[in-house]
């Protein structure tokens, strides 16, 4: 089946580094990425890995795939107060015929001083 | 600019009364989802559509119906048979493609309330 599961909240304080944590299901998961959602708006991608990979980096963004355990993990580095906000991990999976997304319920991140 | 808007940003609805939401897109994609969020849950998939005057059911599309007419625009009304609509309603597209990463766009919501 296909599940995608999060922590629903962390809270970390300013200029510390925040690791937000998934697990999936379906190994045939081909992309695996992290949306963020701010207060009363949309989703906007942040990253996203490629199931052959094991670690990306972006700037403050660390993306760590153990493929084995299907776990997926965000790391954000120095975290700031804007950073504040829901995160969504979700999978593609390589079956469904269209661009379908799995998503987590969300790891809501509060960042305070 | 090129994106997607969905309106209204609010929407009321009377018990009974079937409602239209608006997603309307000019980035040329050909394919547009409508998922529900609601508290401590993913989003949900509703409804999708990859190409115009085609969709298909999403996980949960009991008491929901879309049209694509033209490729910018894929409304969805609530029904009156959808017996919990309360939630953010959010539209997505992309380029259809497989064998490579397409990114979502996501609009920035619509939050229907049921009084």
């Known amino acids: 089946g296909e599940d995608v599961e999060q922590s629903l909240f962390l809270s970390v304080r300013e200029g510390d580094s925040s690791v937000i944590n998934c697990t999936y299901t379906?190994?045939?998961?081909?992309?695996l990425y992290w949306y963020k959602q701010e207060p009363g708006a949309g989703l906007q991608l942040l990253t996203y890995?490629?199931?052959?990979?094991d670690m990306k980096q972006d700037q403050r963004l660390t993306v760590l795939l153990n493929k084995k355990d299907k776990h997926l993990s965000l790391r954000i580095a120095d975290t700031q107060t804007g950073d504040s906000a829901i995160y969504f991990c979700?999978?593609?999976?390589?079956?469904?015929?269209?661009?379908?997304?799995?998503f987590g319920a969300g790891t809501r991140l509060a960042v305070h001083p | 600019d090129g994106g997607i808007t969905q309106s209204p940003k609010y929407l009321f609805r009377k018990e009974g009364q079937n409602v239209t939401l608006s997603c309307e897109q000019n980035?040329?994609?050909?394919?547009m989802y409508w998922y529900r969020q609601d508290p401590g849950q993913g989003l949900r998939l509703i409804y999708y559509?990859?190409?115009?005057?085609?969709?298909q059911k999403g996980d949960i599309a009991e008491g929901y119906s879309v049209s694509r007419e033209k490729k910018e625009s894929f409304p969805l009304t609530v029904t009156s048979a959808q017996k919990n609509p309360t939630a953010f309603y959010l539209c997505?597209?992309?380029?259809?493609?497989?064998?490579?990463?397409?990114?979502?766009?996501f609009g920035q919501g619509t939050r229907l309330t049921v009084v």
């Open positions: 890995i490629f199931s052959n990979m």
């Open positions: 979700a999978e593609r999976p390589a079956s469904g015929g269209y661009n379908k997304l799995i």
């Open positions: 997505a597209s992309s380029i259809e493609s497989q064998g490579r990463d397409t990114e979502a766009f």
């Open positions: 379906d190994s045939s998961s081909t992309y």
């Open positions: 980035l040329n994609h050909d394919a």
């Open positions: 559509s990859q190409i115009v005057n085609d969709f």
